[in-house]
């Protein structure tokens, strides 16, 4: 167990519509990244907080927004949804910047738009 | 973030050691090595990280020769366990570097 903790586990919904994955970092851990991963394709870095900060973007649609509040749990609003954000999602945490600090990743929300 | 190369896939046999050479020609001074373990439907797991020589724990070995411009991860008596994609990633102090995962290297375990 990392002691990340993503919820749901698992989302099905339409395309249009609107939802909100939510993470919970280890206890400790300042730093929230979150990826997106299709099937059989790599992780795609989305973005990532520190402290309640964004401090890095990847190649992140507009349509996808995220946010990490003062408890420091983090939520990622995707919007608008296609069937191509079907996919897993990913929330990672660390202590620090990510130099010297491992990242420890959830067990993800599989999401499926259909 | 320093570009990394690694095999695409390697298949073994259980009970051999496994080496996972990954290439970072770019390196920085300040770039650390980390590799994570990804099985199916789960998240990386973080297995091994160093700076230079050799570091080993309870899973693995990391060497990285004195120029740093390549590491090798070294799973000893590997078992169909171990079966896993393997990521290398180099990072450094910057905290505005997008953290970015290669395709990684798919790891097969034979009986």
């Known amino acids: 167990d990392s002691g990340v903790t993503q919820t749901p586990k698992h989302l099905i919904t339409a395309t249009g519509q609107r939802v909100t994955l939510r993470c919970s970092p280890r206890?400790?851990?300042?730093?929230v990244y979150w990826y997106q991963q299709s099937l059989d394709q790599g992780l795609q870095f989305l973005i990532h907080y520190y402290n309640g900060e964004e401090r890095a973007k990847g190649n992140i649609l507009e349509r996808f927004s995220a946010q990490q509040f003062p408890d420091l749990h983090s939520e990622l609003n995707l919007s608008s949804l296609e069937l191509g954000d079907s996919a897993l999602y990913f929330c990672a945490s660390s202590v620090e910047y990510f130099y010297n600090s491992p990242l420890h990743f959830g067990n993800g929300t599989r999401l499926t738009v259909t | 973030l320093a570009k990394t190369t690694q095999p695409i896939s390697m298949d073994s046999y259980e009970g051999q050691e496994v080496n996972i050479t990954c290439s970072h020609n770019?390196?920085?001074?300040?770039?650390?090595i980390t590799w994570y373990q990804q099985f199916p439907s789960q998240g990386p797991r973080f297995i091994i990280q160093?700076?230079?020589t050799k570091v080993t724990n309870e899973v693995a070995s990391l060497f990285i020769p004195a120029d740093r411009k390549s590491s090798t991860l070294s799973l000893p008596r590997v078992s169909l366990s171990d079966t896993a994609v393997y990521y290398c990633?180099?990072?450094?102090?910057?905290?505005?570097?997008?953290?970015?995962f290669g395709k990684g290297t798919r790891l097969h375990i034979l009986p």
């Open positions: 990633l180099v990072a450094r102090m910057n905290r505005d570097d997008k953290i970015i």
């Open positions: 770019n390196i920085a001074t300040n770039d650390y």
């Open positions: 206890s400790g851990d300042l730093s």
């Open positions: 160093g700076y230079k």
